[in-house]
């Protein structure tokens, strides 16, 4: 089977690499991303588990290299999170509140509009917002969020509102999934991100987010959103409770919607941060070990997705940097303000102006390319 991977992808390139991997335990495995066969479950967990990173890396990155050559994307984009208030109350946010504690907020739609108009005319071809899932919050005020936005930045992709907030909107306004979101889109939502995915495996939803979609409904209304024309993104939350077996899940899963509807544009592995969260017991956050592993992982295993994605905002700009050797071909992004981590402790900034991402991408011997959210080129070089 070794023997004829080889033979298939032909070629003494495919042997040099395949020596590279000779004490890695690994050379299986190489010998079919050499020859592009898709990987399971059993071969996904032997990469998560092996310590040779760089080999991982290495790999990653020849399926990276394949797919984006030496082009890597960033976008200019700008996050708001409208409001903290959340009724689920998972365990591993530090972000949501309820109603009556201190720092609980929900943005008035003046000033989410005052937000985008301070943007305007200043390059950025993303919005992204999301926030907590409050009950004082009518369907309208998304509605008028939305067109309003879209009046401020016209041109302007408005990526907002995670699954988990549409399934929430649907429920409590009786309607359908497909019910909201096109009402959404009318108003002028582009496409989700990816947030709320956290880990799908039912034990590990138990025990951080017990009131959260399960990882089916989660599955569920994204696809209905590509059912609807909506390109959308995807997550993982790792580095808590959750198992080598459930992160390699994960991947599968969201590879079999790919598969069906080939509606997901990019992956983004998110490191948990644990500070002032019900999970927080004087745990640190992932290491950057962790963290390349995580990324090369996903480029392995999720074949079908075009993209994967570093947010530098939970692995920090140098990490997010040497990601682009394990498999990344993204970096994510200028965001502006960030609160969802930050509020977990992370220390990274919350932004990155534009000649910073261009030059740690030349930096890594790649050719920047600004993209807008459905990849389209912006600008290269
Ligand atoms: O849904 C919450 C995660 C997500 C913590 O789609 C935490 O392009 C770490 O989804 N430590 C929001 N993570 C961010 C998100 C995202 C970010 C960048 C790009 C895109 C995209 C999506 O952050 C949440 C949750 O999964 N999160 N708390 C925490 N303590």
New binding site residues.
């Given amino acids: 089977m070794y023997r004829h991977s080889i033979e298939a992808s032909g070629g003494r390139r495919a042997r040099r690499v395949i020596d590279f991997y000779k004490n890695s335990g690994l050379e299986d495995i190489a010998a079919k991303v050499e020859a592009g066969e898709r990987l399971g479950s059993e071969e996904g967990l032997r990469l998560l588990k092996s310590d040779d990173l760089l080999a991982v890396g290495r790999l990653a990155d020849t399926v990276r290299r394949r797919k984006h050559g030496d082009r890597v994307y960033y976008i200019l984009n700008r996050h708001i999170n409208h409001t903290n208030i959340c009724v689920n109350r998972?365990k591993?946010?530090?972000?949501g509140r309820d109603e009556a504690d201190t720092g609980a907020y929900t943005l008035t739609l003046d000033e989410i509009e005052a937000k985008a108009l301070d943007y305007r005319g200043r390059g950025i071809t993303e919005i992204?917002i999301?926030g907590g899932l409050n009950e004082k919050l009518p369907l309208d005020y998304y509605v008028e969020m939305l067109k309003r936005v879209r009046r401020a930045l016209p041109g302007v992709i408005i990526?907002s509102f995670?699954a988990?907030e549409i399934d929430y909107l649907a429920r409590v306004n009786s309607m359908t999934v497909e019910q909201v979101l096109a009402v959404l889109q009318e108003a002028g939502l582009d496409s989700l991100?990816?947030?709320?995915?956290?880990v799908f495996s039912p034990r590990v939803r138990e025990l951080i987010c017990p009131k959260k979609i399960s990882g089916d409904r989660w599955l569920e209304v994204h696809g209905a959103a590509h059912g609807l024309g909506m390109r959308t993104?995807a997550?993982i939350?790792y580095g808590h409770v959750e198992t080598p077996e459930e992160r390699i899940d994960h991947f599968i899963r969201l590879r079999e919607l790919q598969d069906r509807t080939g509606g997901f544009l990019?992956f983004?592995p998110?490191?948990?941060?644990?500070k002032n969260?019900q999970l927080d017991q004087g745990s640190s956050p992932s290491t950057g070990y962790d963290d390349l592993k995580m990324l090369a992982l996903a480029r392995l295993m999720l074949d079908n997705f075009d993209h994967i994605?570093a947010?530098w905002?939970?692995i920090g700009p140098k990490i997010a940097q040497v990601s682009l050797s394990f498999g990344v071909n993204d970096l994510?992004g200028t965001v502006e303000e960030e609160k969802?981590?930050h509020d977990?402790g992370a220390e990274t900034d919350q932004r990155l102006p534009r000649d910073e991402l261009v030059r740690m991408i030349r930096a890594a011997g790649r050719v920047p390319v600004e993209r807008d959210t459905l990849y389209n080129i912006i600008r290269e070089g």
Wanted: proline share 6%; charged share 10%; aromatic share 12%.
């Fill in positions: 998972c591993f946010c530090a972000f992204h999301v990526q995670t988990v991100p990816g947030g709320g995915a956290e993104n997550t939350l990019a983004i998110l490191a948990f941060h644990p969260t994605k947010f905002i939970m994510d969802i981590v977990a």
